[in-house]
């Protein structure tokens, strides 16, 4: 199996060279090659594979039966089978859905699946091949924004005929509804709605065939094959999709793939990828850590989706057509992205952070609360707390908000609310296990305040000094939990009494005081206010005892634990979420000496060029997020307000294009793995003995030199240098 992963690496590679010879000939660097997109496509990472583009709608590759947990994604590494190519996945999510609009060569009308080997398989940003073997035809696909692009090319007498199925879908998806019209001899119409993970979703479709095709339905609508008379030369099809109208998908096609050059196609792609994975240059002589780097880059950017046409119309959470002066998102798994993702593209996709904004005021006005994790216009309301929240508080911080007032608004509305936990924690100043059905009143209640405390900094930013207090107060609630005999936080009762038994691995699926977690992670969760829960402890000394306990303590998490808890050091789960600010939080004790050997080891053992090279789902970006940020030596503990803890860099040199022509970079003098601990930095040109950054430092441009040395220093020790 290994022998065979690297073939086909190389055969990616000569791939690459071959798509991209003239963009390097030219100004453009050639990045794409770096990208390798089997990794995550393993293991736990239900990472997407197929042809996209950067945040595009359409995400065009192969689809597998669901089996399981890790075909969330319609692809796993292991399996040998596909049932079609479709034109919406999802990357690196918990919960699989999508799938939609689904071709697939068959032999004969009865076929519903093929078989496949990874060493036919081709794969390029931007670009995805397969040579099926039953029947004989050369699948190619590319994609841009709004529209899928594929090639077949039939062999020695192979049947052009391709099976076309609207009721295949990935996970919880189900079809509901469904229409197919020819509306001429090249052109097949429809749309297509469901229920799953989103609910009532519609997709509108418009598919143009390069030659005159035969519609032979079978059953009924929902799967027909479509046939060409010429099987000798190739059939090119194009599919543009609408989340509003027929007649909008048709100018989608219009705007987005008017021509027939698949090639020319294939290169926009890639140009379009190298373009985006630029936005971060690093130097380093280490080839594999570069793959590992800019593959990070590639799944960030196939995350959150373009939800709205050419012309920017879309359909919003009220179900209803809208149309906007921005760019619609969705895919907003706000839960995990919030901690890393979100604060990354504050500061590499700042033209970008508007669009987020708007698409969140917008979501809140048509459904009364800022998003938890929207899905294509739906609310699922997955995982605890209130995300949404803490980006749009964070982007109001950093100046993306036009309307603040707008803004706190919306923060103050959807902290009010008396769903989701809330109410109990309105009436009682936190939440009772005992009066919570739903279990996870330690996450939900930790969660609630680190929202609160973005809503507090907004407050406090517009000068309205009662909601400040309220919602300051709210946010300091999570000192409740806190037990001092046992060092844990714990769930609560009426009665004011910690929770019995008590077990702080215990870690139950969604069924314990905690998310996807145990006592030993969530005891941390207070990103908002580390020097606070320092205090807790008593001590500096006492709580870095907690901490260093943490990355080597082991225990029984029980027969159900949560598989979401992986990437395990001890007790710290870098598999999933709430462990990622963790490491940084030694800074704030003045220790970040000894965050620099666990941030290496992340870095260097979480993350690795093959399939199984994730340590947990990739959760839409913010796996990657992580690995981006601290890489290049950075990363924002308190998820409001944009102070970035300085950590322990992996390259020798990293530049961000911080948009309007600026760059910040980071330059790491004597960096090795050996020497990765900071002996001294300096921000453009000044000393700097503080172990954090602004985000105005990063946003305004400039340049952090750190010197590395192999043993630790007193650097960023003193309590005035802390975060």
Not at 630 to 658: C, E, M, W
Request: charge should be neutral.
């Amino acid at each position: 199996m290994r022998t065979n992963y690297l073939s086909r690496l190389l055969s990616v590679a000569a791939l690459v060279v071959c798509f991209s010879a003239t963009a390097v000939a030219a100004t453009m660097q050639n990045l794409t090659q770096y990208v390798n997109q089997y990794v995550g496509t393993g293991g736990h990472g239900h990472t997407f594979m197929g042809a996209n583009v950067p945040f595009g709608l359409v995400q065009l590759g192969p689809t597998e039966p669901t089996r399981g947990w890790d075909w969330c994604s319609g692809y796993y590494y292991d399996d040998d089978e596909l049932i079609g190519f479709g034109h919406m996945h999802l990357s690196g999510t918990g919960i699989g859905c999508l799938g939609d609009v689904a071709f697939l060569p068959v032999k004969d009308f009865k076929q519903t699946s093929a078989r496949f080997t990874h060493d036919a398989e081709k794969v390029h940003p931007g670009y995805y091949s397969l040579q099926l073997t039953d029947p004989n035809v050369l699948v190619e696909l590319t994609a841009t924004e709004r529209c899928g692009f594929h090639r077949y090319t039939f062999k020695d007498g192979a049947k052009a005929q391709l099976a076309l199925d609207l009721s295949q879908c990935i996970g919880w998806d189900k079809l509901n509804d469904c229409l197919l019209t020819q509306e001429s001899a090249t052109r097949l119409t429809g749309f297509r709605r469901s229920n799953g993970w989103a609910a009532d979703r519609r997709i509108y479709f418009s598919i143009d065939f390069s030659q005159p095709v035969t519609v032979h339905r079978l059953d009924s609508m929902e799967r027909v094959v479509v046939s060409v008379a010429d099987n000798t030369k190739p059939l090119l099809v194009k599919v543009a999709l609408s989340p509003v109208s027929i007649d909008k998908a048709k100018l989608n096609m219009q705007a987005e793939m008017a021509g027939w050059d698949f090639d020319a196609t294939v290169k926009a792609a890639d140009d379009a990828w190298n373009r985006e994975l630029a936005r971060i240059q690093i130097q380093t002589n280490d080839q594999t850590k570069k793959r590992v780097f800019y593959t990070a880059m590639y799944h960030l950017m196939t995350s959150c989706s373009k939800f709205n046409d050419v012309d920017r119309e879309y359909r919003g959470a009220d179900g209803k057509v809208h149309k906007a002066d921005f760019t619609n998102y969705t895919t907003l798994s706000l839960w995990d992205t919030y901690r890393a993702a979100h604060p990354l593209m504050t500061v590499a996709f700042p033209e970008m952070q508007r669009d987020f904004a708007q698409t969140f005021l917008n979501i809140y006005k048509q459904q009364g609360r800022l998003p938890v994790w929207h899905l294509m216009g739906s609310e699922t309301d997955c995982m605890v707390g209130n995300p949404g929240a803490i980006v749009l508080a964070d982007l109001t911080m950093k100046g993306f908000v036009e309307d603040k007032e707008l803004a706190l608004e919306a923060l103050k509305a959807t902290q009010m609310k008396d769903i989701r936990s809330l109410g109990l924690l309105k009436e009682h100043g936190y939440i009772p296990w005992n009066l919570e059905p739903e279990n996870e009143t330690v996450a939900k209640a930790l969660e609630y305040c680190a929202a609160d405390d973005g809503v507090a900094k907004v407050a406090k930013l517009l000068g309205k000094s009662d909601d400040y207090n309220y919602f300051f107060n709210r946010s300091r609630s999570y000192k409740k939990y806190y037990d001092p005999e046992t060092r844990f936080m714990r769930a609560v009762g009426t009665d004011g009494k910690f929770r019995l038994p008590f077990n702080p691995f215990f870690a139950e699926h969604r069924t314990n005081d905690y998310t996807e977690g145990n006592a030993w992670q969530y005891t941390f969760l207070v990103p908002h206010d580390v020097k606070g829960l320092i205090n807790l402890f008593g001590s500096d000394k006492a709580f870095m005892s907690k901490l260093d306990s943490l990355f080597f303590v082991e225990g029984w998490a029980g027969d159900n634990a949560s598989p979401d808890m992986s990437g395990m050091t001890g007790q710290y789960a870098h598999g999933n979420e709430p462990s990622h600010h963790v490491i940084y939080m030694y800074n704030y004790a003045g220790r970040p000496d000894k965050a620099a050997p666990l941030l290496r080891k992340m870095l260097n053992e979480m993350y690795l060029d093959q399939p199984d090279g994730l340590s947990g789902n990739e959760d839409v970006g913010q796996m990657s997020a992580w690995y981006i940020l601290s890489s290049v030596g950075l990363y924002q503990v308190d998820p409001v307000g944009g102070r970035f803890v300085i950590g322990s860099p992996l390259f020798d040199k990293a530049t961000v294009n911080v948009g309007a022509g600026k760059t910040f970079t980071v330059v790491a003098k004597n960096n090795s793995d050996r020497n990765i601990y900071v002996q001294s930095a300096r921000l453009n040109g000044k000393a700097l003995k503080n172990s954090y950054i602004e985000f105005n430092d990063i946003r305004h441009g400039g340049t952090l030199e750190l010197v590395m040395g192999p043993k630790p220093s007193k650097w960023g020790a003193a309590p005035a240098c802390r975060p």
